[in-house]
């Protein structure tokens, strides 16, 4: 064995134990002149390049900073560090191998000088930390996807509490601009003012429904969908919106799985992923794509993605366009709620918040990749249906306008429970007023024949709505019930139907929501 002699300048055998530590070193081990050239390396610093042997390497590699270094002016912090300290120790950067693929090194290093002083060559060790510069990538990415999650979390819960809340408010003022509206001659200043009222509380209760889809997709609607049709629906009304300079194409995988979910949420991931595409690319042009895909994921595939599913076959849908892209500090905050970086009277906000909430109440996830000047990928993970759900049973409620009801009317709050008593009441029906649980309970079990029709709020103090109505099922199981609630995530269907109640419906209930709930009878 044979290795570089400074004093002689010339290469020298070395013995047989130094020849084994060197040959058999699992790091790599070398010798360097100052300028970029090696004088000897070992066997596993030529595998851990690519290289076949070290003689290869030594050949083919003659200016380290330009050839080896992915960043050549990290080479010069390296030489500047040896230079002036004489020694590196785990220093860090990125090379690439033969095969041009990228090695993240850790490099210990000293320079060897003669006795005037002089640098005559640089010798160390190089490890491989490609694997745990990755894992602490990954873990990194993870950690701020946690926190991510958490802090949408935590912002859904408000959401909910703030939609509840706002409900109460609505409901009163739409359904007084209703009556007014029946009330005033349809002229004049008077109907104007009114018909504006309730514009404008219209306008509302389409942001309390935006709220409710932020802070948990209602999934009373989920029913197996084919996306593809959405998809060609929404590229469809996209295109008319478009400008000429924008190319929009769409490629399907053949035999993708149905899903799941609502489809008007499905409508509304992609309108909004489309939307922002389009306006990315208003001023240049570009061309916008949308691709549907399936696959199977194992625990490591998903995990190398860093995507936080459950190992299973999803869709992806994966909308790309070539506009301005999103600058890297920003990318972390676009699923906020009320982020934007459009102009003033160009949006919300809130749009990529929904998405992102409905994509996770849905059992996805959503990643989003973007460099300015070049672009967004945005990529969607719903899981596949493999197991088709059973049709829900026939609706008990059937077409009954012309029959009149006698209404228990149920609901702690006094303007929400005189308002939709009048509404009741405009339409023919008979309506008697509580505005506590257990006061209605009483009245009920007195005559439990009374009363065609039991319609109460759920968030009440001292007894909710889904406890009264098991009491009140239990006195008279054929008693139907309508549950509504303001608080998206306070019940669900599967729980109403499991109790007994006939139909879940969310606030402020207008004149036509009460309407359609009389186009429904009961058994």
């Avoid at 596949?384 to 009954?400: G, I, N, P």
Wanted: proline share 3%; hydrophobic share 35%; charged share 25%.
């Amino acid at each position: 064995m044979k290795i570089y002699d400074a004093d002689i300048g010339e290469f020298m055998h070395i013995d047989n134990v130094y020849h084994s530590i060197f040959m058999n070193a699992v790091e790599g081990i070398f010798q360097s002149t100052p300028d970029g050239q090696y004088l000897n390396v070992n066997p596993s610093l030529a595998r851990m390049y690519g290289y076949d042997s070290p003689e290869e390497l030594i050949e083919s590699i003659t200016n380290i900073a330009d050839q080896l270094y992915v960043d050549p002016e990290r080479r010069q912090e390296f030489i500047h560090e040896m230079q002036t300290h004489g020694i590196v120790k785990d220093f860090v950067s990125q090379i690439h191998t033969k095969n041009d693929q990228k090695l993240w090194i850790s490099e210990n290093v000293c320079i060897v000088k003669d006795d005037d002083d002089n640098i005559l060559y640089y010798e160390g060790f190089v490890t491989d930390i490609t694997q745990l510069c990755k894992t602490r990538q990954r873990n990194k990415t993870l950690q701020i996807r946690l926190q991510q999650a958490e802090k949408m979390d935590s912002i859904g819960k408000m959401a909910r509490g703030i939609a509840h809340d706002l409900n109460n408010i609505l409901s009163p003022i739409i359904g007084y601009s209703d009556l007014l509206i029946e009330l005033v001659p349809n002229e004049g200043n008077i109907f104007k003012y009114v018909n504006n009222i309730s514009k404008a509380a219209g306008r509302a209760k389409d942001l309390v429904k935006q709220i409710h889809t932020f802070g948990q997709p209602e999934t009373q609607k989920k029913e197996p969908i084919q996306v593809e049709n959405i998809i060609k629906e929404v590229l469809n009304f996209i295109s008319g919106l478009a400008p000429d300079n924008i190319k929009i194409e769409h490629t399907v995988k053949a035999g993708i799985s149905r899903i799941n979910a609502d489809a008007i949420h499905i409508h509304q991931i992609l309108m909004n992923l489309c939307t922002n595409a389009i306006h990315a690319m208003e001023e240049d042009g570009g061309e916008l794509t949308v691709k549907l895909s399936e696959h199977e994921y194992t625990e490591d595939m998903l995990l190398s993605k860093l995507l936080n599913l459950k190992p299973g076959k999803y869709i992806d849908i994966c909308v790309k366009d070539t506009g301005s892209g999103i600058p890297q500090e920003i990318i972390s905050k676009i699923f906020d709620p009320y982020f934007t970086t459009k102009d003033k009277g160009k949006g919300k906000g809130i749009g990529l918040a929904t998405v992102h909430s409905i994509v996770k109440n849905n059992d996805g996830d959503i990643t989003v990749k973007s460099k300015p000047g070049s672009g967004t990928i945005f990529h969607v993970y719903l899981p596949s249906l493999v197991e088709e759900k059973k049709k829900m049973a026939q609706d008990y409620f059937m077409a009954t306008n012309e029959k009149k009801l006698h209404i228990m009317l149920v609901d702690d709050d006094q303007d929400v429970l005189q308002v939709q008593g009048m509404l009741f009441q405009q339409m023919g029906h008979k309506v008697t007023l509580f505005s506590d649980g257990k006061t209605a309970l009483d009245n009920f079990n007195s005559n439990p024949e009374f009363y065609d029709l039991v319609v109460t709020d759920m968030n009440m103090p001292n007894m909710d709505g889904l406890e009264l109505s098991r009491l009140l099922l239990n006195t008279n199981a054929s008693i139907p019930i309508i549950l509504c609630t303001g608080y998206i995530n306070s019940v669900n269907e599967a729980t109403t139907q499991s109790v007994g109640i006939k139909k879940l419906v969310s606030k402020p209930l207008t004149s036509q929501k009460l309407a359609t709930l009389f186009d429904l009878s009961y058994s």
